[in-house]
T-cell receptor
């Protein structure tokens, strides 16, 4: 039973570029949440996808967008990268929308913006 | 806005000493979850508390949920090197559809 997988593991981009991160949820899970974790900080909620729609969104600008596919996998897109976007991006999957549902995290994608 | 605060930010202990982290919410929570993140790793779910005053134990770890359901604590007895990492608490936002995370408490074992 595969857990949550994310790709790539590391990424280096320059300011102004665009990036796409990918996530495959744990088998049987239908909800994907994306988080940004800066060094030494807790995860910050970006958005959540369920039934191929964005259901909840945190306090992130429109440069951050996403998608969920029929097989429940998801992408996070960030446009016009800023230095401050450098962080660990975590994908978490769960069964159902509710926050009380346990979230299973992938290993993350570490993004460095130069 | 709704906030979840954790203290302390860091705790240095000798191996074998106890460790405690405290979590406080600005609002009443329906439940609280605890996660552990090892250095270089990702958060891993430890436990969920739901009831007012609930206490749960996992070996050397004791989790408590306050009577008012606004605070929680994690206590580790006789720390071991395997306990090193950052411990996060997280509670549902008012919408009940997203988790609000504390900033975490980093457990450091002194050499």
């Amino acid at each position: 039973d595969a857990g949550v997988t994310q790709s790539p593991t590391h990424l280096i981009k320059t300011r102004g570029q665009q990036v796409t991160l990918r996530c495959s949820p744990k088998s049987g899970h239908d909800t994907v949440s994306w988080y940004q974790q800066a060094l030494g900080q807790g995860p910050q909620f970006i958005f959540q996808y369920y039934e191929e729609e964005e259901r909840q969104r945190g306090n992130f600008p429109d440069r951050f967008s996403g998608h969920q596919f029929p097989n429940y996998s998801s992408e996070l897109n960030v446009n016009a990268l800023l230095l401050g976007d450098s962080a660990l991006y975590l994908c978490a999957s769960s069964l159902g929308l509710l926050a009380k549902n346990i979230q299973y995290f992938g290993a993350g994608t570490r993004l460095s913006v130069l | 806005g709704q906030q979840v605060m954790q203290i302390p930010q860091y705790q240095h202990v000798q191996e074998g000493e106890d460790f405690t982290t405290y979590c406080n919410s600005s609002t009443t929570l329906s439940n609280i979850q605890w996660y552990k993140q090892r250095p270089g790793g990702h958060p891993v779910f430890l436990i969920q508390l739901v009831k007012s005053g609930e206490v749960k134990k996992q070996k050397r770890l004791t989790f408590q949920f306050g009577e008012a359901k606004k605070n929680s604590s994690l206590h580790i007895t006789a720390t071991q090197t395997t306990d090193v990492g950052t411990y996060f608490c997280a509670g549902p936002a008012d919408s009940n559809y997203q988790l609000i995370w504390g900033a975490g408490t980093k457990l450091i074992i002194k050499p």
